[in-house]
């Protein structure tokens, strides 16, 4: 076999302090992937305690602090980093046609810092537990019994700063490492999606940075800012904690925007529908991001004015989502589209990401935020859009790129079933939250109302479908990587450069800088049935060239 | 940020060997690093503007707070800081020039003096803070004023006799009979309070009028406002924050400072010198904010 990243070189050390981009990806998806299934089996403890209204398996607080890790291991150590870190490490440098991102050794500090950053979060379990929920809101977090508010807030502070550094090495990447060619629209979408990420990790996470080492000092020093006891001002806090939050809402969902872009490019082997309509409503999404934290806050006692102006705002995100979920359609329609398993994610995003979307609007205006606010339907609505968005997102990229990362193609079979069992599984949870949220059932609470009974053990019936359909997932890549086909270069006749290169990419990625053109013209490929892939017109019946 | 190594041996190409491997020339990656580190200067912006964020919030919720507490901050020790501060940042900015001119003796002096201004910065931020703790001019619980003994009781410093906004006229009468006057030039800042509390100025000293009502100590009469830690505690971490900068941009500067020493700028690369420089102006450009926005309240 020719030599590529995976067989560069050998051992620990190779790894551990490479500065490979592509091994920096593969190590983030191993680790962001172990996070998701901690969190996951933390979900499923949750759903079962939920199964009947009365004590369960855990106790109150047990539960209290096991939905709270869910939260924040999801969001912080999961979604937050797994596209851009894993999938955006492995693919944006290849797919610009550069041979790494601009800065190897603050990628890999961005990697250790989120080892160091999540392990410290995780620990805070032995330091007492952390109960406040993922939100961390004072003056709860401050009292003084909340013992873990301290090592949580330290680790999420510095997965912070791991967020930042990425952020910051793709935009400079970006702006300053394209080759000859590659022209700001002749980006393949994900890219641009990645750049309006990266500039929100950018913008939005040092505020975070600074609330939560205020929330630190004032735990630990009772420094008396957001606490009220020491006359400090707890919605001050909540402020914060938003205009960070709801930004960081599109570092998870921007990212698996891009993706879908590419899958329905890809899987309908045309020319995207209104290229720089997508590509611009990425950034201009990612600006409305920071004006509508306030929607939030509804409730928090915020004035009148303020929650009419951040109703307004939060409306008119949907524009540019719409515009991309409209365009997408009209490259889908009279395409032949083939249903491989990446572009069965796709179709299940559309499906999923637009209900999150809709539900939206429910939460975002005022009067029936006012009857909805903290009850199932928020959950069910967040979970729409970061897992029925961002989660299925990144399993689409993963099915997409698994073969250009690991060399190996997975079985169709399984993978489709378990495609199938996530559709269920994932409608079957949250669907029912809607209804028993806006009949009123509060979101956190251990106990409830027999009356919500029966939507509580169908929700809990569905996270176990969830469960089979990943473990499925793992099984099957896993078996993928033991016995699984040799990938070929460009297994689904995709168009953009990562597919030029070799699967898996030689250590340097391109050996001549690549020549770069339309990222999106299908029209030089031809399917070859000797090797399973695609390969250029004309081209000799082999293995491309690295 | 702005030192990478040549890692890729072998690529044969004969470069720079301070550009590295994934880089196509030494321009591109200047370009990059630089605007690396321009954004890393807007990431310590914003971290810093959500305590600018809350600092407005604050004052405008209590500006009763922010004027009586301002005033123990030592104006002329924070005017000194920032006199040194903007030396410093003209040395760096120098020594960034004499890189460019390749010459290194004058870089290595000039970054050693940038270097003293911060550690003379360190010091007179050092005799601050020990006065607030002596004088338990501190955050949240720890917010406990008091004589500690040797000295007087602290009062506050350099606006002798200037009337509190909104306070009442007998609890924050003026000077308090030990206040020396000295030093004030302009005696007719030194007013009574309204009209029923008057003073006079004998031999520099306040010497309350015969008949004038008792007033208290200023002690007393700084609880009548209350929450005045929460200006402490905004004080001490803006402040605070700033000096860690100051502390990670002396390590920065020695660290420049030694590649100068070990000839790694001989040959007309002065790239780090650059980065550290624009850093070392960040952390001016800050104190230059705080300096007036805690300081010169009123
Ligand atoms: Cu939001």
Known sequence: MKDNYLTHSKGFLSWALTLDHKRIGLMYLVATLGSF?????????????????????????????????????MVFLFIIPAVPGALGNFVLPIMLGAKDVAFPRLNLLSFYLWMLGGAIAVL???????????????????????????????????????????????????????????????????????????????MATPVIGITLLLLILERTMMIGIFNPK?????????????????????????????????????????????????????????????LVWGHHMFTSGQSTLMSMMFSALTFSVSIPTA????????????????????????????????????????????????????????????????????????????????????????????????????????????????????????????????SFQIYHQVSTVGSYILAAAFFLMLFYLLKSLATGRQAPDNPWGASTLEWQCSSPPPHDNFSTTPTVGDPYDFSGMTYDPQIGGWRPKGAPAAQGAA | MGDQHAHGAGDGHGHDPNQAHHFDTMDQQIEACKMGMWLFLATEVLLFAGLFCAYTVYRGNHPEVFHHASLFLDTKLGALNTVILLLS?????????????????????????????????????????????????????????????????????????????????????????????????????????????????????????EGAPPRKPWVGSAEQVRNVHIFFGIYFVMTGLHGLHVLIGMGAIGWVLLRAAKGDFDGGYYLPVDLVALYWHLVDLIWIYLFPLLYLIG
């Open chain 1, 37 to 73: 299934f901690v969190a996951g089996m933390l979900a499923l403890v949750v759903r079962t305690e939920l199964w009947a209204p009365d004590p369960t398996i855990i106790s109150a607080d047990r539960y209290n602090q096991a939905f709270t890790l869910h939260g924040a291991i």
């Open chain 1, 124 to 202: 805070s379990i032995l330091s007492g537990g952390v109960d406040t929920g993922w939100t961390f809101y004072t003056p709860y977090s401050t009292e003084p019994e909340r013992l873990g508010v301290v090592m949580m807030a330290t680790g999420v502070f510095i997965l912070g700063f791991s967020s930042i550094f990425t952020g910051l090495n793709f935009v400079v990447t970006i702006h300053k490492l394209r080759p000859p060619g590659m022209t700001w629209f002749r980006l393949p979408l994900f890219l641009w999606a990645t750049y309006a990420t990266a500039l929100i990790q950018v």
């Open chain 1, 230 to 290: 020491l006359g400090g001002d707890p919605v001050l806090f909540q402020h914060f904690f938003w205009f960070y939050s709801h930004p960081a809402v599109y570092i998870m969902i921007l990212p698996p925007l891009g993706i879908i872009s590419e899958l329905i490019a890809a899987f309908c082997r045309r020319e995207l529908f209104g290229y720089k309509f997508i590509a611009f409503s990425s950034v201009a999404i990612a600006a409305f991001g920071f």
């Open chain 1, 323 to 450: 515009v991309k979920i409209f365009n997408w359609l009209a490259t889908m329609y009279k395409g032949s589209i083939s249903f491989e398993t990446p572009m069965l994610y796709a179709l299940t995003f559309l499906f999923t990401f637009s209900i999150g979307g809709l539900t939206g609007i429910f939460l975002g205006a005022l009067s029936t935020d006012i009857h909805l606010h903290d009850t199932y339907f928020v959950v069910a609505h967040f979970h729409y859009v970061m897992m029925g968005g961002g989660v299925i997102g990144l399993l689409g990229g993963l099915h997409y790129w698994w073969p250009k990362m690991t060399g190996k193609m997975y079985d169709e079979g399984p993978a489709k079933l378990a495609c199938a069992l996530v559709f269920i599984g994932f409608n079957t949870t949250f669907f029912v939250q809607f209804v028993m949220g806006s009949q009123g059932m509060p979101r956190r609470y251990y106990n409830y109302d027999p």
């Open chain 2, 89 to 209: 940042s003209f040395t760096a900015a120098w020594a960034v020039r004499a890189a460019q001119l390749r010459q290194i003796a004058k870089l290595k002096l000039l970054l050693v003096l940038t270097l003293a201004g911060a550690v003379g910065f360190l010091v007179v931020k050092y005799v601050e803070y020990s006065a607030k703790f002596e004088h338990g001019l501190l955050w949240g619980l720890r917010y406990d004023p008091h004589d500690d003994g040797h000295h007087p009781a602290p009062k506050p410093a350099g606006a002798p006799g200037l009337v509190l906004a909104g306070a009442t006229t007998q609890e924050y009468a003026v000077a308090t009979p030990w206040d020396d006057l000295t030093a004030v030039q302009d005696k007719s800042l030194v007013k009574p309070a309204g009209n029923e509390v008057a003073v006079q100025a004998v031999d520099g000293r306040v010497v309350p009028e």
